[in-house]
């Protein structure tokens, strides 16, 4: 069992930066995949990036790639997701994900091959 616990969102004006962090517990951070991924309102959850246990492969959506950064870690159990040049369309609730035992290298992109989740921490972002 792991927990998740996100934080580091908040308000900021078009074009700021946000950096969350999600600090996990439990199993040592090289047993888990991990994931970040965010809800709009009214919307459903959708994928922003993955990382690799040990942080060597990364896979990011279209709307996240020259924009967000996501780095692990896992001497500190935590993984950062750095956001820049932020968009209204930004705003949602982000989600930190991990994956168990997965195969080293792997990168999961589909929530539903996340087995622990987060929270959540809210990302508002003003025009």
């Known amino acids: 069992q792991v927990q998740l616990v996100e934080s580091g969102g908040g308000l900021v004006q078009a074009g700021g930066s946000l950096r969350l962090s999600c600090a996990t517990s439990?199993?040592?951070?090289?047993?888990?995949?991990m994931g970040w991924f965010r809800q709009a309102p009214g919307k459903a959850r959708e994928f922003v990036v993955g990382?690799?246990?040990?942080?060597?492969?990364?896979s990011y959506a279209d709307f996240a790639k020259g924009r967000f950064t996501i780095s692990r870690d896992n001497a500190k159990n935590t993984v950062y997701l750095q956001m820049n040049s932020l968009k209204p369309e930004d705003t949602a609730v982000y989600y930190c994900?991990?994956?168990?035992?997965?195969?080293?290298?792997?990168?999961?992109?589909?929530?539903?091959?996340?087995?622990?989740w987060g929270q959540g921490t809210q990302v508002t972002v003003s025009s």
């Open positions: 439990g199993r040592t951070a090289t047993s888990y995949a």
């Open positions: 990382i690799s246990r040990i942080g060597g492969s990364t």
């Open positions: 994900a991990a994956k168990g035992s997965p195969p080293w290298g792997r990168v999961f992109m589909n929530r539903d091959e996340y087995d622990y």
